[in-house]
């Protein structure tokens, strides 16, 4: 009996304590919340720090990596109450927000880098522009898999249409943010190569130049 008592016991306490649909979202909310406050706090040192650009690469693309273990945690989850639901969604919608404001801060990044261009540097500009182009597919898939929980619980149907229209606002802009910011990193590291190329080219051109010059004086020399 007592064993039993101890079974039931940690059922309700797995129960109780499991991660609900809405502890999820608040949990990646409060993730994105800082590394936005990380890059808000550390922008001049970004914009000119190859360490802190590949630091801050790194912080997103393990933020990604959470969120592909989120997707796992409710894809077969579902709502208990409609509250719950409508604060979901509501995550939801900040969740997708907070997605541009990181698009936005890497796209300023990638406009400001002309005083820091080396290929690291704009490396790591490309790396974080593609892992949030993923970011942007992994809530659009969340984003799929809530509506349809909402929808399963009764939220009603005016609700749900907003959310998608949120959803695919924010998706569109967050893309074309991180096009942007990889676009201008594409043009800097061309511009960089053909500088690079034209400066390995240069000297040696001289140094023929110089060659030349000191044979001619003296072939002069020994004329005399």
């Not at 919608?93 to 890497?106: F, G, H, T, Y």
């Not at 949030?132 to 992994?138: E, F, H, K, Y």
Request: charged letters at 20%; hydrophobic letters at 40%.
């Amino acid at each position: 009996m007592k064993t039993k008592f101890i079974g039931i016991s940690l059922l309700l306490s797995s129960l109780l304590f499991a991660d609900t649909t809405t502890d999820i979202l608040s949990t990646a909310l409060a993730d994105a919340y800082d590394i936005h406050d990380y890059s808000k706090n550390k922008m001049e040192t970004l914009a000119n720090s190859d360490a802190a650009m590949a630091e801050y690469a790194q912080k997103v693309e393990s933020y990604e990596a959470k969120m592909q273990e989120y997707l796992t945690k409710i894809e077969n989850e579902t709502f208990t109450t409609k509250e719950d639901a409508q604060k979901a969604l509501d995550e939801l919608n900040e969740l997708s927000s907070q997605m541009v404001v990181l698009a936005k801060d890497v796209a300023y990044l990638a406009s400001h880098q002309a005083d820091n261009a080396n290929e690291n540097y704009n490396n790591s500009i490309e790396l974080t522009s593609k892992t949030i182009l993923r970011l942007s597919d992994d809530i659009g898939v969340m984003a799929d898999r809530i509506l349809l929980m909402a929808k399963e619980i009764g939220i009603m149907a005016d609700r749900i249409l907003e959310t998608q229209e949120i959803q695919s606002k924010n998706l569109a802009a967050t893309q074309q943010l991180a096009q942007y910011a990889m676009t201008l990193t594409d043009g800097q590291i061309n511009s960089t190569r053909s500088a690079m190329q034209s400066s390995s080219v240069t000297p040696s051109m001289n140094s023929m130049q110089l060659q030349n010059t000191q044979q001619f004086q003296q072939g002069s020399i020994s004329m005399h």
